[in-house]
C-alpha cells in the first residue's frame, strides 16, 4: 500500500468535498466522509500492453466496461511498468479515485485528470483493480 500524501494526485484527494484527512502525532488517515470508511492508496504498474488495456477500458462507459472485463479478464499489473494507475479505494467500495500515467521522456505524465467514482459506480471500477 502506499500513502496518499505520495500519489501525484494527492492534491485533488485533498480537495475533494466528501473527504477529510485527519493527522495524528504519528499518522495520517483520510476519511470518505458520508460513510466514514478508510481511503486507502495504491499504484498499479503495467506492460505497454497492459497499459494500452487499462487506458482502453478507462474510456469506455463502466456498464461496458466491466462486461469486457468479464469477456476478456482484466489487465494484468506487472512490478515495473510503462503505465502507472494511482488508486485510492475506501474499504467499503463507496469511493474510489484514480488517475493512469504513461512513462515518456523519463517521467510519468497523466493521461487524464484524476477522476471520482462514488456509490455503485466503485463496483465496476473494482473489477478493474
Same mark, same amino acid.
Given at each position: ?5 505520495? #500519489? %501525484?494526485?494527492? *492534491? @485533488?484527494?485533498? /480537495?475533494? &468535498? ?43 462507459? #463502466? %456498464?461496458?466496461? *466491466? @462486461?469486457?472485463? /468479464?469477456? &476478456? ?53 473494482? &473489477?478493474?483493480?
Amino acid at each position: 500500500m502506499s500513502s496518499i500524501k505520495s #500519489l %501525484d494526485m494527492a *492534491a @485533488a484527494i485533498s /480537495a475533494c &468535498k466528501n473527504i477529510t484527512i485527519k493527522k495524528s502525532l504519528f499518522s495520517t488517515k483520510t476519511i470518505y466522509m458520508p460513510t466514514g470508511s478508510t481511503v486507502k492508496a495504491m499504484v498499479l504498474e503495467y506492460s505497454p500492453s497492459e497499459g494500452e488495456k487499462v487506458q482502453h477500458l478507462l474510456d469506455m462507459p #463502466l %456498464d461496458k466496461m *466491466a @462486461a469486457d472485463i /468479464a469477456q &476478456k479478464g482484466k489487465p494484468a499489473a506487472g512490478a515495473n511498468g510503462n503505465f502507472r494507475l494511482e488508486v485510492c479505494l475506501s474499504d467499503d467500495r463507496q469511493f474510489c479515485a484514480l488517475q493512469l500515467f504513461r512513462f515518456v521522456d523519463f517521467s510519468y505524465r497523466p493521461l487524464f485528470e484524476p477522476r471520482f467514482y462514488e456509490g455503485t459506480d466503485v463496483e465496476y471500477i473494482a &473489477k478493474l483493480l
